[in-house]
C-alpha cells in the first residue's frame, strides 16, 4: 500500500553548522579547476559538466488532470513551454571520451510564472539531472573532499586519465558481478560510456514540490531511444564520440522522455537530508507528471550551442519557490552554482542571464 505524501514544512530541513565554510572551501576548489582550464583551452568552462554532447531545443507538455499533488509548482497547469536541454559529461575539463564519466541532462523550461526563489532572474525553471538515482556524497563536507581530488587531477595528462578509466571501468565490472554500485568509481571514470539519448536521469537530491517533497526523474519513451538504453558507445580513436554519435542519432529521432516526479512518502525511509540513500520506487513510486520533446535536429548547431553553452547557466537555484531544492547539498550548490557562472562570464566577457522568452 502507498502512503500518502508528506507535506512539506520548513523544519523537513536540518543546517549543519560547518555550512558556510565548507561553501567556501568548495568556491576554492572549483576556482582551482575553472583557472587551470581556462589557462588550458584560453576560455573558461564550467567546473563541473564542462564537456557537452549535444544542445538541443524542445518542449516540455505539463499533463492535464492531475491530481492536486501532482499538480503543484511549474505543473499546476496543463500547457506547453519552450525549452533548452545541454547533454554533458561530469568532470571539469574536457577530456576524450575514451575518459568514461557519468553523464547529465540540464533543461531550462522558459515562459514559468510564479513566485520566484531569492535571486532566481527571469521567468525559467531548471532541472539539473544526472544517469544516477542517488548522489555520490552525503554531505557537502563529504563531496568537498572527492572535489579536491579532482581539483588535483584536472590537467592534460590525459593518457593517465585514460589508463585510469579502464582499470576503473574494470573495478565497475567486478562490483556489478557481486551486486555492488560504486558512485566514486563511476565519478572518477569508471562509469559506462552510455548512449545519453538512451538513459533515464534523476534530481537525486530532493526537492519542494509545492506542498510537497520530491525528486525528479527523465525516462526515454521514444522506442528509437529505448533501443539505445543500456548500450555503450564505441569510442575508439574519437575524442568526441559520444557528441557526434548524438548527433548523427537526433538527426533521425524525434526524441521524446517523460518527465517524472517522486513524491516523499515517509521522512525517515525517503530522507531529505541525506541524498545517499534511494528512495525505493516500491514505496515512492515515480509518477508521470508531463512529456519532455525534441523534434529531429542538429544537436551542435553552432547557434544553439553558442546560446546553451556561452550565453546560459543551469542552476537548480533558478526557478520557482515552489520548487526549492532541500537538504545540505542543494543549499551548498546555490553559491558554488552562481560562482562558477560568475567566473566564466568575467573570463569570457559573456554576461550569463536568463532568456527574456
Not at 564537456?51 to 492535464?64: F, M, N, Q, R, Y
Not at 535571486?119 to 544526472?130: H, K, M, N
Amino acid at each position: 500500500m502507498i502512503s500518502a505524501p508528506v507535506r512539506y514544512v520548513p523544519e523537513v530541513e536540518q543546517a549543519q553548522s560547518d555550512e558556510t565554510e565548507t561553501i567556501e572551501e568548495l568556491n576554492q576548489s572549483f576556482d582551482t579547476i575553472m583557472e587551470r582550464t581556462a589557462e588550458d583551452y584560453g576560455h573558461a568552462v564550467r567546473a563541473v559538466h564542462a564537456k557537452s554532447h549535444g544542445v538541443l531545443s524542445g518542449e516540455l507538455i505539463v499533463d492535464a488532470d492531475l491530481p492536486p499533488e501532482l499538480a503543484q509548482g511549474l505543473f499546476a497547469h496543463a500547457g506547453t513551454h519552450k525549452v533548452f536541454i545541454r547533454l554533458s559529461t561530469n568532470a571539469g575539463d574536457i577530456l576524450p571520451d575514451a575518459i568514461s564519466l557519468p553523464r547529465g541532462m540540464a533543461i531550462k523550461v522558459l515562459d514559468v510564472d510564479g513566485e520566484r526563489l531569492p535571486g532566481a532572474e527571469g521567468r525559467t525553471q531548471d532541472f539539473v539531472l544526472v544517469n544516477a538515482p542517488i548522489f555520490q556524497a552525503k554531505t557537502a563536507a563529504k563531496f568537498l573532499g572527492n572535489l579536491k581530488l579532482l581539483a588535483r587531477t584536472t590537467d592534460r595528462i590525459e593518457g593517465t586519465k585514460k589508463a585510469m578509466s579502464a582499470a576503473l571501468r574494470g573495478v565497475r565490472h567486478v562490483l556489478e558481478v557481486v551486486g555492488v554500485e560504486s558512485p566514486t568509481v563511476n565519478t572518477l571514470g569508471g562509469a559506462p560510456n552510455a548512449e545519453p539519448l538512451g538513459e533515464t536521469y534523476f534530481s537525486a537530491t530532493p526537492f519542494r514540490y509545492g506542498d510537497y517533497i520530491a525528486k525528479f526523474s527523465v525516462r526515454p519513451i521514444a522506442p528509437a531511444m529505448t533501443a539505445l538504453s543500456g548500450k555503450e558507445i564505441d569510442v575508439d580513436g574519437r575524442a568526441d564520440a559520444v557528441r557526434e554519435d548524438v548527433r548523427t542519432e537526433m538527426r533521425q529521432i524525434d526524441a521524446e522522455w517523460e518527465f517524472r516526479v517522486q513524491l516523499c512518502r515517509d521522512l525517515e525511509r525517503q530522507p531529505v537530508e541525506d541524498p545517499t540513500t534511494l528512495w525505493d520506487e516500491a514505496e515512492a513510486p515515480f509518477i508521470r507528471v508531463a512529456t519532455l520533446r525534441a523534434r529531429a535536429q542538429d544537436s551542435w548547431d553552432p547557434r544553439l550551442v553558442q546560446t546553451v553553452n556561452e550565453a546560459l547557466r543551469f542552476s537548480i537555484w533558478t526557478g520557482l519557490a515552489a520548487h526549492q531544492p532541500l537538504g545540505n547539498i542543494n543549499r551548498a550548490r546555490r553559491e558554488t552554482y552562481r560562482h562558477s557562472a560568475d567566473f566564466r562570464a568575467r573570463a569570457n566577457g559573456c554576461p550569463i542571464h536568463e532568456p527574456a522568452e
